[in-house]
């Protein structure tokens, strides 16, 4: 038995009102592009290329992205408290050695510690530390050139007993054999330089080291010209001109302290 539905189909009423449903090429073309390209937008789920450039994702403020930027705060404040305690455990020991030695000399009314140390020059020491100590793994990043040569705490120990062995040389020089200053500071500088090579040997600590002795020396210079404390018999304007070895040296050996400390930070986010 025939459908109902061919049978529709077959009278001539049918194929009329088929013929008459079809549209016509030259003024229905338009629309049923229009309604071909709606019909596409609808059923394609695919968001448009703007808003997926809108789109934050982990890298632009998203859930993954801020915990990285926390991540890397909280380890850059926790780096900076252990470089600031390491600087001002290093002023107490070194300072106190320079006065013992009569290296330097302090007004009486401002020594005030158990440590026979001005009140201010721990946490200064203690500020320069955290700031060239971080500087030194930041200016690598900068320069894509990761300091890798003797990554270790041992070797980090061994240069900071060199750096102590430099200042303690500098504070007896009284009684070592030098025929005058000049003598004594070319041989500070061999070993400061020495301590470069052995522990560092890279161009950024080089140059930071340089830049650090520039200038602290300035500020020292300052501070001993408007009577903050005086060094015993100055060569070098006010100061005593191995000072500059001593601050090379201990740029190199905090940038060290700082570099080792940066090891497994997560890397520090970058914004587009």
């Not at 600590?205 to 009577?227: E, H, K, M, P, R």
């Not at 015993?232 to 940038?255: K, N």
Request: net charge positive.
């Amino acid at each position: 038995m025939p459908r109902l539905h061919d049978r529709f189909w077959s009278c001539p009423c049918a194929h009329s009102a088929r013929r008459r449903g079809r549209p016509r090429a030259g003024a229905a073309g338009p629309a049923a592009k229009v309604g071909e390209m709606i019909d596409s937008s609808v059923l394609d789920p695919a968001p448009p290329a703007a808003h997926r450039a809108q789109d934050p994702g982990p890298a632009h403020g998203g859930p993954a992205g801020f915990g990285r930027a926390s991540s890397w705060h909280h380890h850059l404040v926790q780096r900076s408290l252990v470089l600031f305690l390491v600087g001002v455990v290093l002023a107490l020991v070194l300072n106190l050695l320079q006065i013992q030695r009569n290296v330097t000399l302090f007004p009486e009314e401002v020594i005030a510690t158990v440590f026979s140390s001005a009140w201010w020059v721990p946490p200064c020491c203690g500020t320069a530390a955290a700031v060239v100590g971080v500087l030194y793994p930041c200016i690598d990043s900068h320069l894509g050139e990761p300091h890798k040569f003797k990554r270790e705490w041992a070797s980090v120990m061994r240069c900071i007993a060199v750096f102590v062995g430099i200042n303690h040389a500098s504070a007896v020089s009284l009684k070592l054999d030098f025929a005058n200053n000049v003598q004594l500071s070319l041989t500070l500088a061999a070993l400061s330089l020495g301590l470069w090579w052995t522990f560092d040997r890279s161009r950024s600590g080089l140059g930071l080291g340089i830049t650090i002795a520039f200038l602290a020396t300035l500020i020292t210079q300052f501070l001993v010209y408007n009577g903050v404390y005086q060094y015993t018999s100055p060569d070098f304007l006010y100061i005593r001109s191995w000072l500059p070895c001593i601050f090379f040296s201990g740029g190199v050996t905090v940038g060290n302290i700082g570099r080792q400390l940066a090891m497994g930070v997560p890397e520090k986010p970058h914004s587009d």
